[in-house]
């Protein structure tokens, strides 16, 4: 009964990162979602690589097995390609692709790691010595490695399962600032996935950017707020804002999609998340009951998305200083 009020009620019409669609069968509702595959996470654990490494931002992409790992990863995905319900794929989440001394980490791993061996061979043909790497060399080398995991991980997708999008890795943090995230990524996915936080209001010069460098559209995929007045929670974790209210969440709902539906680059949003996890994240405390104020405010904008993009892309392009820019 609570997922058939989410959706025919309240106005949600697709299940992001994470979500179950058997829990929405079971009440009778068949509802868009997006399966998540972790291709790089999978890989780390059977190789041994650790988590430690990923949080140093270091991923075995160099490794000859890999490409063939993914491939073979990729196979079950042919049991979901006729599947009328999914949107898209996720192949990981919040990958550490951060250019930031990128070079010296790779070159930093044991001396017969597949990672410094690249690395160095990669210095060497651009006549390049430890001690000169530059600020252009870790850019191109971060270039280089976010293309190849793309190219990887979609190529592997799109043999099993042609017919369904794919929505990326969920950029996050700093990677979203960096301009090769999205021109290396750009030829190999379908759609920008965002992890946004951090900002009340979404960046409009920021959104045009991420698809303008990619000439592909933009969906926010977490984002959410944390109220001080939900019983029994812990919010000191979570990278959301806190407020004092579930009103409050609801105003800042209200004020975040109605700053996404004014940029024509962007096509979505998904909120995190479904139930409280010791934060207030949720749009339902932890007993499954729904914080009415902000399901309140999620409704009024839920209900209305079209007319409300159709009016504030046209009726109100002049009234906002930061007009947003079409990208073709």
């Known amino acids: 009964q609570t997922n058939e009020y989410l959706v025919n009620q309240l106005g949600f019409n697709t299940m992001g990162c994470w979500s179950s669609p058997d829990v929405f069968k079971e009440a009778g509702l068949q509802v868009p979602y997006c399966p998540h595959w972790n291709f790089m996470h999978t890989y780390c654990r059977k190789r041994s690589y650790g988590q430690i490494r990923l949080l140093d931002g270091l991923m075995p992409i160099f490794d000859p097995e890999f490409e063939e790992f993914c491939d073979e990863h990729a196979k079950q995905l042919g049991e979901k390609r006729n599947d009328p319900w999914i949107l898209g794929h996720f192949s990981d989440n ?6 930031n001394d990128i070079v010296s980490r790779y070159l930093s791993t044991p001396s017969n790691d597949p990672g410094q061996l690249y690395a160095m061979k990669w210095l060497a043909e651009r006549k390049r010595d430890r001690k000169d790497i ?3 060399d870790n850019t191109a080398f971060c270039t280089e490695i976010i293309n190849r995991y793309y190219r990887i991980v979609s190529t592997a997708i799109k043999k099993y399962d042609p017919n369904h999008l794919f929505l990326g890795t969920r950029f996050h943090g700093f990677v979203t600032r960096q301009d090769c995230t999205f021109v290396a990524c750009a030829p190999w996915v379908d759609v920008i996935s965002i992890n946004y936080y951090h900002r009340w209001t979404p960046e409009q010069d920021w959104l045009d950017r991420w698809s303008r ?4 559209p933009v969906i926010i995929t977490e984002w959410y707020a944390k109220g001080e007045d939900a019983a029994g ?8 804002f806190t407020v004092a209210t579930q009103q409050d ?6 004020n975040f999609t109605i700053g996404l539906l004014r940029n024509p680059n962007v096509i979505g949003w998904h909120w995190f998340r479904y139930l409280d996890k010791g934060a207030n994240m949720g749009i339902l405390d932890s007993s499954y009951q729904p914080y009415s104020p902000l399901l309140e405010s999620m409704q009024k904008i839920n209900t209305k998305i079209y007319s409300l993009s159709d009016f504030l892309l046209t009726e109100c392009s002049d009234v906002f200083s930061d007009k947003p820019e079409v990208v073709d």
Do not use: I, Q, V, W
């Open 94 to 99: 919040e990958l550490p692709l951060k250019e």
């Open 134 to 136: 530059t600020a252009d």
């Open 213 to 216: 460098l990619s000439n592909r």
């Open 233 to 240: 929670c812990d919010n000191s974790t979570g990278g959301g």
């Open 249 to 254: 969440r609801g105003s800042f709902y209200e």
